[in-house]
């Protein structure tokens, strides 16, 4: 079993469900990737954030070796991280990104946030975080049109087959459009039952930009990572619409949350490493929802948002600040 594509506005087949890479440890992570191409899956969402490029590249590696897939059959996409917004640091950044994935062009190259930060050398530390020094948040003074416009020559080169952003409200992506030569083939947003963001879905549909969805499962994303918001939130799984409708249709909730999404048109990149739970992910466009099921579980919305950057995290605290001396 493999998922049906989306058509982008670059021209390129985008496959509607694939494998989100965001938490995947580094020693679990090629053989998650390994088994994930086995089970059916062939779009792989990494990012320089995430850490584990090198790791996902050894899994992919091993698929093409092995003949179960050639390069041409997968869709790996990766991201522009933060302190790497300035013009001049977009291709070596992006080179240094294919080469720890052993790939020659990445089919979809996002900007991660429209947020600029200091540059951080990669030889200092690599993935850098939202930090300059290790503890303050230092921004950096590219604007997302001169980012925007270095990422469009990565396509030019043959880097990138189709390049993309996350995380833009509307305004910005508005903003964006005005001075695009390569106008944004996608649009990765934060998207769930409690989090609907109808207003931005109708502007990149209006745009022939095709949306993906992370965190579909809500508040379950962020819970390891101990957000007060998401342990104070029921979780979807067990909310009662969610389990109603998926008793209704023989399917689990979190088919069911998957199924809202790619029913109306919104990729979907989710990740597990149990076997049965890949493939029950991956079975979530072959059956429909009723209307009325649609209807209800988008009537969840409460525009609770859980990914908000400057988050206080156990993991990796961070003290906001801005430096006069750093930031010259």
Known sequence: MTSPTVKLNSGHQMPLVGFGLWKVTNETCADQVYNAIKTGYRLFDGACDYGNEQESGQGV???IK??????????LVSKLWNSFHDAPHVEPICRKQ??????????LYIMHFPISLKYVDPKDRYPPGFTYDGKNVVPGKASIQETWQAMEKLVDAGLAKSIGISNFAAVLLMDLLRYARIKPATLQIEHHPYLTQ???LDLAKSEDIVVTAYSSFGPQSYNELELKKAQSTALLFDNPTIKKVAEKHGKTPAQVLLRWATQRGIAVIPKSNDQGRLKQNLDVTGWDLEKGDLEEISGLNQNLRFNDPLAVSPFQPLKVSIIAGLTS
């Open 98 to 107: 294919l080469s720890d994935w052993g790939i020659d062009y990445f089919d």
């Open 61 to 63: 590696s091993r698929a």
């Open 66 to 75: 092995e003949g179960f897939v050639k390069r041409s059959d997968l869709f």
């Open 198 to 200: 109808e207003g931005l």
